[in-house]
Nanobody
Framework: QVQLVESGGGLVQAGDSLRLSCAAS????????MAWFRQAPGKEREFVSA????????YYSDSVKGRFAISRDNAKNTMYLQMNSLKPEDTAVYLC???????????????????WGQGTQVTVSS
């Protein structure tokens, strides 16, 4: 239905910046909201940021607020995550997610999202 492909991950040092991209294809007209999650080994999948496809309202976890910025280009069906002042604690696989309209489930919950990319690795050294 919808395919998501992340890119832009890599190995950086603390304090560096990275820009992640998520390209959507398929039935992109069904997308209502997109989000970034991350998952480190042995840990639960963690909400990072989300954006409404129409209107562009944004949401951030407390751990990244002020350092990361989410954006989207509707014409290109692409979402971005600008990550600044990276910390070793940010090390994880970053996953792109998307969902059609839904009710009763928090936008912060991974359960809300129907479509997922394969993830891109971000590693931040001390």
């Amino acid at each position: 239905q919808v395919q998501l492909v992340e890119s832009g991950g890599g190995l950086v040092q603390a304090g560096d910046s990275l820009r992640l991209s998520c390209a959507a294809s398929g039935r992109t007209y069904s997308i209502y909201r997109m989000a970034w999650f991350r998952q480190a080994p042995g840990k639960e999948r963690e909400f990072v940021s989300a954006i409404a496809w129409s209107g562009g309202a944004t949401y951030y976890s407390d751990s990244v607020k002020g350092r990361f910025a989410i954006s989207r280009d509707n014409a290109k069906n692409t979402m971005y995550l600008q990550m600044n002042s990276l910390k070793p604690e940010d090390t994880a696989v970053y996953l792109c997610a998307a969902t059609p309209p839904s009710f009763g489930i928090s936008l912060y919950s991974a359960r809300r999202y129907e479509y997922w990319g394969q993830g891109t690795q971000v590693t931040v050294s001390s």
